[in-house]
Every structure is written in C-alpha cells, then in structure tokens.
C-alpha cells in the first residue's frame, strides 16, 4: 500500500544543532508539505513543494528549509535548533488537481 | 490573511449525545473545506465539501457546508468513547496557477465518557 513514513518518530537535540527531519510518500504525489503543530496553534505551514526542484515558503518558514531532489522526498532542515522550535512535525502530500492531503505519523522534536 | 476559527475548543460529551462542531472561515478565493480526524497521531481525512447546501455523510458523521455565510458544521450521531480526538477543520484556496496548501483552524478537541 502506498504509504508516507517519516522519521525519526521521536528525537532530542540541543540548541544551535542542525537537524533533518525525513518525510518519503509512495503515492507519487506532486504537492508536499510540512506543518507544525503546536498547543494553542493548531497546524501551521512551514514550507511546501509543487514538484521536484520547486519550494516555498509557509506561514512560519524562519529557520526552516527545504529541498526537493526527487518526487517521493521532502526533507526539512532546522539550520540552527532553537527551543522554540521544539513541536510535533506532521509531512503530508497531495495529488495535483485535489486537496485533499495524506499525513505522515509525525515526528515530535524536542530541542534543549 | 486566511483565516479558520472552530468552536467550542474542547467538549465533553457522554456516549450516545450527539454533538455539532463548527468552523467558520475567511479566505480569499475559497475552494473547498475539509474535516480531518486526529487521534494522537496523524490526521485523518473525514470530508471534503465544496459546495453549499450539499450534506455529506459517513455513518454517524456528517457535514455541511454554508458558503454564504462562510461556514461549516460536522455532526456525530449517537457518539462513542472512539469518536475522542481532535477535529481539524481546513480551507483550500482557489488558484488557476493551482494552489494546494491548507489553512488550519486550532481544531476541537472532543471527549466522550461512557
């Protein structure tokens, strides 16, 4: 079954570390996203791709990037980890022509 | 700027109550409204509404949209301890270039206690 997995589930890391956060889909989906979600603020867009070589910025994309090399990858990076950062991290993905977006298990970060 | 507000927050309800969740919405060239279901983990797809007046229904859910008064309610019939999760409400905007991304609301966070 076409499925979209991130990883890792759960991580730890300090402040000023750069972490990559792995978001893979196997639908074949061009639309990609990545939200946070934190307590009081529902799911707010951090960047978003409409196909390989194509980015964009979200609602809250300071301190974030992204890049996307091939259909199935998007990953996100946190350039420098700051504690403000530290929320659970959902990849979803869409099919041109609809809305309806696919939701990955979530990685929960925690920075200190 | 986008905009989703869901009401109540939270709420708590006993199995059998049924139970009505609202969103309303601001967006420029709004296309479609979708519910999503999250428990604990990823969120899950419920509906996809796009046109006023239009109920759509999943067993004891259902949903319906009001684009004149930029609105929508989901409804759970005959509710069960199953039915605790968040609720997400999300709008989609129109673009002819096609614009794909989801405006949240902060989501109801609905309790059912046997």
């Known amino acids: 079954d076409a499925e979209i997995t991130q990883s890792p589930r759960h991580k730890i890391t300090e402040t000023g570390r750069q972490v990559t956060l792995a978001c893979h889909q196997t639908?074949?989906?061009?639309?990609m996203f990545w939200y946070r979600q934190d307590l009081g603020h529902g799911l707010r867009l951090i960047h978003y791709s409409y196909g390989v070589q194509d980015t964009n910025k979200g609602e809250v994309s300071d301190g974030y990037s992204v890049s996307r090399s091939n259909t199935e990858d998007l990953p996100l990076t946190l350039e420098s980890a700051a504690s403000s950062q530290t929320s659970v991290y959902f990849c979803?993905?869409?099919?041109?022509?609809?809305?309806?977006?696919?939701f990955g298990q979530g990685t929960r970060l925690t920075v200190v | 700027e986008d905009k989703v507000v869901q009401s109540p927050l939270s709420l708590v309800v006993h199995e059998g109550d049924t139970v009505t969740l609202n969103c309303s919405y601001e967006v420029t060239n709004f296309r479609s409204l979708l519910w999503y279901k999250q428990e604990k983990k990823a969120p899950t797809f419920l509906f996809m509404l796009?046109?006023?007046?239009i109920e759509k229904k999943s067993g004891r859910l259902s949903s319906i949209l009001d684009k004149k008064e930029l609105f929508s309610i989901l409804n759970i019939t005959a509710t069960q301890t199953g039915d605790s999760a968040i609720y997400l409400c999300a709008v989609g905007p129109y673009s002819g270039a096609g614009s794909y991304q989801l405006t949240f609301g902060k989501g109801t966070k609905l309790s059912v206690i046997p």
């Open positions: 796009t046109s006023s007046g």
């Open positions: 639908w074949n989906h061009n639309n």
């Open positions: 979803a993905s869409s099919q041109t022509g609809l809305q309806e977006a696919f």
